[in-house]
């Protein structure tokens, strides 16, 4: 019964930040036993994870975007979000919001698309 929907500006300018907003609904971000996660898969590649947060709030990020990444939430709002600093036209993609049991994090690290997820919102960076 969860859901989850991104938004944000669909076309971002290189060197700037990249912010993305996930709205759940159906389910609190402050239950226990998932990660509240971003996703991106780019044209001819599988998906790649970015990060997440935790019940608790605690963050963790890919190692290959970590130095450019933050996640945050809102338990007010029960959404979280997604900022990415210093994006370039490789940071084109499909951006994907998505709640991951806990024991189905290795599988979405891989590429596997499991839990359950937004629908997903084009971002262009381009000038």
């Known amino acids: 019964q969860v859901q989850l929907q991104e938004s944000g500006p669909g076309l971002v300018d290189p060197s700037q930040t990249l912010s993305l907003t996930c709205t759940v609904s159906?389910?609190?971000?402050?239950?226990?036993?998932?990660?509240w996660s971003w996703i991106r898969q780019s044209p001819g590649k599988g998906l790649e994870w970015i990060g997440y947060?935790?019940?608790?709030?605690?963050?963790y990020y890919s190692p290959s975007l970590e130095s450019r990444t933050s996640i945050s939430r809102d338990t007010s709002k029960n959404q979280f979000t997604l900022q990415l600093r210093s994006v370039t036209p490789e940071d084109t993609a499909v951006y994907y919001c998505?709640?991951?049991?806990?024991?189905?994090?290795?599988?979405?690290?891989?590429?596997?698309?499991?839990?359950?997820w937004g629908r997903g919102t084009q971002v262009t960076v381009s000038s």
């Open positions: 159906g389910g609190s971000i402050t239950a226990a036993y998932y990660y």
């Open positions: 998505a709640r991951v049991p806990v024991d189905s994090l290795s599988a979405v690290v891989a590429g596997r698309k499991t839990g359950s």
């Open positions: 947060i935790t019940y608790s709030g605690t963050t």
